[in-house]
C-alpha cells in the first residue's frame, strides 16, 4: 500500500508499530505521542497484515496530526521488513487467530473449565500462547536482523510466554509493559483515600501476578495502615457490603489474608492462577463478583463492534476527537513514558516491567522473565532487587514459569507431548484425560494456526 508523510519538521527516532491495525492500543498511542515533547519530530510507521485496518488507522492518524499541529511523520505499510528497517523502536502489539479465539475458552468450559479473561493463563491462555509465539519468534528474529539496536517493547498478551519465547531465540532488547500495577495501585489508594500519585510500591511476581512487598507514601511504610483500614472494613462489614465495596479486588483480600502480601492486578487475573475461585462449587466466580469471558473484556464482539465503529467515525472525521484525548493513565501512556526515557537516557524508575529476573527475586530462574520493578535510560533496562517473596507465593510463580517454559517449547517445536505436559503444570487441570481433550480439540479447531502439530 502507498504510504503518506504529514508534515516532519525534523527527523527523529523512527518508532514502528507491529500490529498497528489494533482498534484502542493504535489510536491511544498516536494521541499521546502528539503530547510528547522528547518524541516530537519522530517518524511513525504503522504495519499490519490488514490492509482494511491500516487505511482506516492512516485516515486517523491523519487527522490527529492534522488536529494537532504535530510535526511527527507517519507511515504505513503491509511490509514487516520495510517496517523494520531502520527502526529505533519496535512496538509489538498484534493478535493472532481472532477468528478462532473464541474457542480458547469454548474448549476448556466443555471440560468444565472457565475464565474471566482468558489471555493469560490456564488453558485458555496456554492455548493463545500457541497461536501467538511462532509468529512473535518470527517477528523477533526479524528485528535481529534488520534493526539488532532497537528496544522492542511489547504489550501482547500472554506477556509471559510470548517474552520468554522471543528472549530464548533471539537477543533482541525487549521489555513487556503492563499497566496493571497501577490498577492495584489505584484501588489501595482508594482503600486508603489518598491520591494514587503519592503512593509507590515493590512488587515482584509475573504479569497478571505479582505479589505487593512493600506500600510507601514519601518513605513512609503504610502497609500497617493498610492492614487496619482491611481489618475495620472486615468488621464493620457483610460479606455482600465487602463484595460490593471491594468489587474486583475481593479476591485479592482474601489472598492477602493467607498470604501476607495483597496481589496485583485485579481478581479477574488473579484468579485464573489460582482455579478454585472459578470452579463449580464456587458458582464459577460468582459468589466473589467474578464475570465470566467475555464480558467486561476486550474481546467481547459487542465491544469490538463498538471500538470498530468509533474508529470509523474518528478517521472520517463524523465524531470529535475528545473522548481520545480524554483518557488519563493508560498503557499507551506507560509505552510512550518508557519511550520517552529511553529516547533522553534519563535513567527513570518504573514500578513494573516484564524482562529477564537478573537475581531481582531469589529462588526463581536469573533468565525468566518476571515483572518486577525497574529503571530505564542510559543503562538500557535493569531490574530492581524485589527481594525474596514468601516460600509459598515462590513456589506458585516456580510452577507457572514451568508450565509456560513448556508451553514455549511445544509451540516452537510442535511437541504434542511436550504441550501435553505444559497443560498438565497448570492448576485448572483436573485429570490426565481432561488434558488431553482439550488439547486435542484445541489443535483440531485452531488447526490454521498450530500447523507445527500436525502430523
Not at 492462577?273 to 462449587?281: A, K, M, N, T, W
Not at 463478583?289 to 471500538?307: C, F, H, N, S, V
Not at 531481582?360 to 529503571?375: C, F, K, Q, T, Y
Request: hydrophobic fraction near 40%; charge should be negative; proline fraction near 5%.
Amino acid at each position: 500500500m502507498q504510504s503518506f508523510i504529514w508534515r516532519c519538521k525534523h527527523m527523529g527516532v523512527k518508532i514502528t508499530i507491529i500490529g498497528a491495525g489494533s482498534l484502542i492500543f493504535t489510536p491511544n498511542i498516536l494521541a499521546d505521542l502528539t503530547k510528547s515533547n522528547v518524541l516530537a519530530g519522530s517518524n511513525v510507521c504503522l504495519m499490519d497484515i490488514d490492509e482494511k485496518r491500516l487505511n482506516l488507522m492512516t485516515k486517523l492518524a491523519d487527522r490527529i496530526m492534522r488536529e494537532e499541529k504535530s510535526d511527527i511523520a507517519v507511515n504505513a505499510t503491509t511490509d514487516r521488513a520495510e517496517a523494520l528497517r531502520n527502526a529505533d523502536y519496535v512496538i509489538i502489539s498484534i493478535s493472532v487467530g481472532t477468528d478462532v479465539e473464541r474457542f480458547d475458552v469454548e474448549i476448556p468450559k466443555k471440560y468444565g473449565l472457565y475464565a474471566s479473561v482468558g489471555d493469560t493463563t490456564g488453558p485458555q491462555g496456554f492455548a493463545r500462547a500457541l497461536r501467538h509465539i511462532p509468529v512473535m519468534v518470527d517477528i523477533a528474529k526479524d528485528i535481529e536482523r534488520i534493526c539488532p539496536s532497537a528496544f522492542v517493547l511489547n504489550v501482547t498478551n500472554p506477556m509471559t510466554a510470548l517474552c520468554t519465547a522471543m528472549l530464548k531465540t533471539s537477543k533482541i532488547n525487549l521489555i513487556g509493559l503492563c499497566v496493571g500495577i497501577y490498577i492495584a495501585k489505584n484501588f489501595i489508594a482508594r482503600l486508603l483515600n489518598l491520591d494514587s500519585e503519592t503512593i509507590s510500591v515493590i512488587a515482584g511476581g509475573i504479569n497478571h501476578f505479582t505479589w505487593i512487598k512493600e506500600i510507601f507514601i514519601r518513605g513512609e511504610d503504610v502497609y500497617p495502615k493498610f492492614h487496619e483500614v482491611w481489618e475495620n472494613a472486615k468488621k464493620s462489614y457483610s460479606r455482600l457490603e465487602m463484595l460490593e465495596k471491594f468489587r474486583g479486588h475481593y479476591i485479592s483480600l482474601l489472598l492477602y489474608d493467607k498470604f501476607g502480601l495483597f496481589p496485583s492486578p485485579s481478581d479477574s487475573h488473579i484468579a485464573e492462577f489460582l482455579p478454585y475461585f472459578i470452579r463449580e462449587d464456587k458458582a464459577y466466580g460468582s459468589i466473589y463478583g467474578l464475570t465470566l469471558y467475555p464480558q467486561g473484556t476486550i474481546y467481547d464482539p459487542k465491544w469490538r463492534e463498538q471500538a470498530w465503529s468509533r474508529l470509523v467515525e474518528w478517521a472520517t472525521g463524523t465524531a470529535p476527537l475528545d473522548e481520545l484525548f480524554a483518557r488519563t493513565f493508560t498503557e499507551e501512556t506507560l509505552v510512550i513514558r518508557v519511550l520517552e526515557s529511553l529516547s533522553s537516557k534519563r535513567n527513570d524508575f518504573y514500578e513494573a516491567v516484564n524482562i529477564p529476573n537478573m537475581g531481582s527475586i531469589p529462588d526463581i530462574p536469573s533468565n525468566a522473565v518476571v515483572e518486577v520493578p525497574g529503571v530505564v535510560g542510559n543503562i538500557g533496562v535493569k531490574p530492581v532487587q524485589v527481594g525474596s517473596l514468601p516460600k509459598s507465593i515462590t513456589q506458585l510463580l516456580r510452577q507457572q514459569l514451568t508450565h509456560i517454559d513448556l508451553t514455549v517449547d511445544a509451540a516452537l517445536t510442535g511437541d504434542s507431548k511436550l504441550a501435553l505436559q505444559a497443560l498438565l503444570m497448570h492448576p485448572s487441570i483436573p485429570n490426565l484425560e481432561v488434558a488431553e481433550n482439550i488439547l486435542n480439540d484445541l489443535i483440531r479447531y485452531e488447526s490454521k494456526y498450530l500447523p507445527q502439530f500436525k502430523d
